[in-house]
């Protein structure tokens, strides 16, 4: 299994909500990321796990919560977001740190309202 | 972190043509990344060329590297309707963050 896997696929939520993202990956990978892409924009590093452990975070405000439960599993909540959070957020993974090809998710589209 | 910049910004070629894509980095690299983005959707990685190699193949697919130039290109020969989205390309630290390029669009008319 090739695959990374985001659900919910779009997601529309009110700025007073509580929501999760979810991720998940079978290849076996020890490293899991979470990106934030705005339309026509590159994607944006939020967090790193490596070997479960968040080992980086790009300073994302703590309305984010990251969380990795186990190696294939990685989830984004979220909580009194804003309006210029509505973005695409990708979830993707490697092997390991060292710099390798990273596995994208097909994403998923979020709108806050 | 500082994005780097891809040239040009949108292309637009008739089926069967060559595109070539242009990307200029900051950083010192240990290794170039280029992945394909469909419209909405999540990234696919291409192909990676490290630091100490020039060029390198894959399929229709040819990149090269010039470090000193901190330059690199992405060549897909006879283009295909399919090959329509944008491609980015990505500066690997060698550790696990990946610097994204701002990105070309490529249209490919049939």
Same mark, same amino acid.
């Given at each position: 299994? $090739?695959?990374?896997t985001?659900?919910p696929?779009?997601?529309?939520? +009110?700025?007073? =909500?509580k929501k999760?993202? #979810?991720c998940?990956?079978?290849m +076996?990978?020890?490293?899991?990321?979470?990106y934030?892409? #705005?339309?026509k #924009?590159? *994607?944006?590093l939020?967090?790193v796990y490596?070997?479960? #452990?968040l080992?980086?975070n790009?300073s994302v405000?703590?309305?984010? !919560? *990251?969380?990795? *439960? =186990?190696? !294939?599993?990685l989830n984004?909540h979220?909580?009194?977001?804003? *309006?210029?959070d509505?973005?695409?957020?990708?979830?993707?993974?490697?092997?390991?740190t $060292?710099? =390798?090809e990273?596995?994208f +998710?097909?994403?998923?589209?979020?709108?806050?309202? | 972190?500082?994005q780097?910049?891809?040239d040009?910004?949108?292309? %637009?070629?008739q089926?069967?043509?060559?595109?070539t894509?242009?990307?200029?980095?900051?950083?010192s690299?240990?290794n170039?990344q280029?992945?394909r983005?469909?419209?909405?959707?999540?990234?696919?990685?291409l192909i990676?060329i490290?630091?100490?190699?020039?060029?390198k193949?894959?399929?229709r697919?040819r990149?090269?590297? /010039?470090? @000193?130039k901190?330059s690199?290109s992405?060549?897909?020969t006879a %283009?295909r309707?399919? /090959?329509t989205a944008?491609?980015?390309?990505a500066?690997g630290?060698?550790?696990?963050?990946l610097?994204f390029g701002?990105?070309t669009?490529?249209?490919v @008319?049939?």
């Amino acid at each position: 299994d $090739t695959e990374v896997t985001q659900t919910p696929k779009h997601l529309v939520m +009110g700025m007073t =909500n509580k929501k999760s993202l #979810k991720c998940e990956q079978h290849m +076996g990978h020890r490293a899991m990321y979470w990106y934030k892409q #705005k339309a026509k #924009k590159p *994607p944006e590093l939020m967090f790193v796990y490596s070997y479960e #452990k968040l080992s980086i975070n790009e300073s994302v405000p703590s309305r984010f !919560s *990251p969380e990795c *439960p =186990n190696s !294939s599993l990685l989830n984004l909540h979220l909580h009194a977001l804003q *309006p210029e959070d509505s973005a695409l957020y990708l979830c993707a993974s490697s092997q390991d740190t $060292t710099g =390798n090809e990273q596995f994208f +998710g097909p994403g998923t589209r979020l709108t806050v309202l | 972190s500082q994005q780097g910049e891809e040239d040009p910004q949108a292309l %637009s070629i008739q089926e069967g043509e060559n595109a070539t894509m242009n990307c200029s980095y900051k950083t010192s690299i240990n290794n170039l990344q280029w992945y394909r983005q469909n419209s909405g959707r999540g990234l696919v990685h291409l192909i990676l060329i490290r630091s100490n190699e020039r060029e390198k193949h894959s399929g229709r697919l040819r990149v090269t590297l /010039d470090t @000193s130039k901190k330059s690199s290109s992405l060549l897909i020969t006879a %283009s295909r309707a399919a /090959d329509t989205a944008s491609y980015f390309c990505a500066e690997g630290s060698g550790y696990s963050t990946l610097t994204f390029g701002k990105g070309t669009m490529l249209l490919v @008319s049939p």
